[in-house]
């Protein structure tokens, strides 16, 4: 067998550099679709943390919530800002690429104390081990934290992506 597979006898396509209105458009697009997803499953983890009281299992579902509205958020600035989104649902590893994109977005996970830490660590196990384990658990605490970090960090993001928006329209522009 060949590889990469292939599927006809068709040579791949070369890739090529993008011109400043079409990085501007794409951009615009991934920041129009990404960011509402976040936003969304933010709204989704604050309505099923409202009904803990009665049901224990809502923590759960908080849990994954903020989880995909962590890494939506991560994914926002990786795709806006460079048209890159790695197939990845670990969000110390999408965290980490987008801080390297643009220092503001450190400020929405403080690691002053360890059990914040914890608590991130925990969202990020939430993709799977909220879905499936049965033991899996997180305080009121953390999920009061961790939604309010959320919206610092869904702040945070927005205004890295306008910024970059505004700045590539600034430069689309200039070539005018």
């Known amino acids: 067998m060949e590889w ?15 011109g400043r209105d079409q990085l501007l458009k794409l951009a615009q697009e991934h920041f129009q679709h990404r960011f509402p997803s976040a936003q969304r499953a933010l709204i989704s983890a604050v309505s099923n943390k409202s009904k803990i009281a009665d049901d224990i299992e809502w923590s759960k579902d908080t849990a994954f919530a ?5 890494e939506q958020a991560y994914s926002s600035v990786l795709l806006t800002l460079k048209n890159y989104g790695p197939p990845s649902h670990n969000l110390r590893f999408l965290r980490g690429l987008a801080e390297e994109l643009d220092r503001r977005l450190v400020e929405a996970w403080p690691n002053d104390q360890q059990r914040f830490v914890s608590w991130f660590n925990t969202i990020n196990e939430a993709y799977v081990k909220a879905r499936y384990s049965k033991h899996y658990q997180i305080s009121e605490e953390a999920l009061s934290f961790l939604v309010e970090r959320m919206q610092v960090l ?7 992506c306008e910024d970059h928006l505004a700045r590539l329209g600034d430069e689309t522009q200039d070539k005018l």
């Open 4 to 18: 990469p597979l292939r599927v006809d006898s068709e040579p791949l396509v070369e890739p090529r550099t993008l």
């Open 66 to 70: 903020l989880h995909q509205a962590v």
């Open 154 to 160: 869904h702040a945070l993001v927005k205004t890295v």
